[in-house]
């Protein structure tokens, strides 16, 4: 007998606001009394719960993702003239982070089973201007932090994390935001920990780091009215969007543990397709992965294209996404860096593979269930299927 039909949004936030709506109203009425809008008690409170949650020293908020990556590479000294290595296949806020800094961007491409960084693409681009590589954990997978450290120590890199898919990751024992000199998040709403509405903050174990930010982040301003940095901006984390976030972080490792459920059975349930080129990008990390996405690749082998087969489930109420569906280097915007289309032959072919399955923690199994079997019907479906098995 057919299941009857379910719908499966991508994301769904309202599971996650329910049962913790009177702690958020609570707490925004309590600000709404101090008045302490900005740079308030809870920013601190938050600052320090979630450094100390990803085994960090130093936590300092900053207004968005894009934001923390910018002003903490600065902070840690990168900028005009120093070259910066980044993976080709990650949202572009990386690479804008990156520019902001002044740095130059040089794009390395991915593991085609994990979609993570090419750490060894990223050992043959290094050059004596080389000062930092940004190490993107990708729809929640941490870039091996061992491999990581052995590149960095024996060419001298700074490691910058962006962590933005990845907060309370966890990898060879070591937090994400915790295997370099600093690392960026973001608490956009759809994050893994989100705000309601933009967030970021940078974490490092660093004093001098730390204290370089909370300047930068502040006009640059030392103490009131006496500016030391000139790269300084107005960017912090709301007080408001603080006490949200104190409230959640208690929540987020059940959160995580929630998706890499889900996950886990989208893998057994999706091993029947793999003969049709279903192959779901690598979990090298285990249960430290944090599952901000849980992306598939199409392959060629498939007999339906990703396009059908993405149009396909929309039809049955299923929403999916492509992260993301061209790589930096070839983003109009960006040609002035100039790379060419084959510049990086696996993030492009990724690029027209991957689609990202409906992932969040209030989803049910019966949900993941129904997103698999409708990917097995249209493949099933598929008349270039029915052809090949005529021939036999
Ligand atoms: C979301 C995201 C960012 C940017 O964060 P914002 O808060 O949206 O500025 C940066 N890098 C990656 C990988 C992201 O997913």
């Not at 709403?189 to 370089?212: E, I, R, W, Y």
């Amino acid at each position: 007998m057919k299941q009857s039909a379910l719908t499966v949004p991508f994301v769904d936030l309202s599971w996650q606001h329910q049962p913790i709506q009177d702690d958020i109203q609570s707490a925004l009425t309590a600000i709404l009394n101090q008045g302490d809008f900005v740079m308030g008690q809870a920013v601190k409170q938050f600052e320090s719960a979630f450094a100390e949650a990803s085994g960090t020293q130093y936590g300092i908020g900053v207004g968005c993702g894009t934001d923390a990556i910018a002003l903490g590479l600065t902070a840690c000294g990168i900028g005009e003239g120093d070259e910066v290595l980044l993976p080709a296949n990650t949202f572009v806020a990386t690479l804008i982070g990156v520019l902001r800094s002044g740095a130059t961007p040089i794009f390395v491409d991915c593991d085609r089973e994990t979609a993570l960084i090419d750490l060894t693409a990223a050992e043959a681009a290094i050059t004596s201007r080389t000062r930092a590589i940004v190490p993107v954990h990708l729809y929640g997978q941490m870039v091996s932090p061992n491999e990581l450290k052995t590149l960095a120590t024996k060419h001298s890199l700074l490691i910058f994390e962006d962590a933005a898919q990845a907060h309370l990751a966890e990898r060879d024992g070591i937090r994400a935001g915790a295997i370099g000199t600093a690392a960026a998040f973001s608490f956009y709403p759809s994050k893994n920990l989100g705000a309601l509405g933009d967030g970021g903050m940078v974490l490092t174990q660093q004093a001098l780091v730390a204290q370089t930010l909370r300047s930068l982040r502040n006009y640059g301003a030392v103490r009131k009215y006496f500016h030391t940095e000139p790269g300084g901006t107005n960017s912090r984390l709301d007080t408001l969007q603080a006490a949200v976030l104190k409230i959640k972080l208690p929540l987020l490792l059940g959160w995580n543990q929630a998706r890499n459920r889900i996950a886990q059975h989208y893998d057994r349930q999706l091993f029947a397709l793999k003969e049709f080129g279903i192959s779901p990008i690598r979990n090298q990390s285990g249960t430290g992965h944090a599952y901000h996405l849980y992306v598939i690749r199409v392959t060629i082998d498939c007999p339906v294209d990703r396009t059908a087969l993405q149009l396909t489930l929309q039809q049955r109420q299923i929403q999916t996404g492509i992260h993301y569906p061209v790589p930096c280097h070839l983003q109009p915007a960006f040609q002035f860096l100039n790379y060419l289309p084959g510049s990086f032959p696996v993030s492009e072919t990724l690029s027209q593979e991957i689609l990202s399955l409906p992932m969040y923690p209030g989803m049910t199994l019966e949900q993941a269930d129904w997103v698999v079997s409708a990917i097995s019907d249209a493949i099933h479906q598929s008349p270039i299927l029915e052809k090949t098995a005529a021939l036999h």
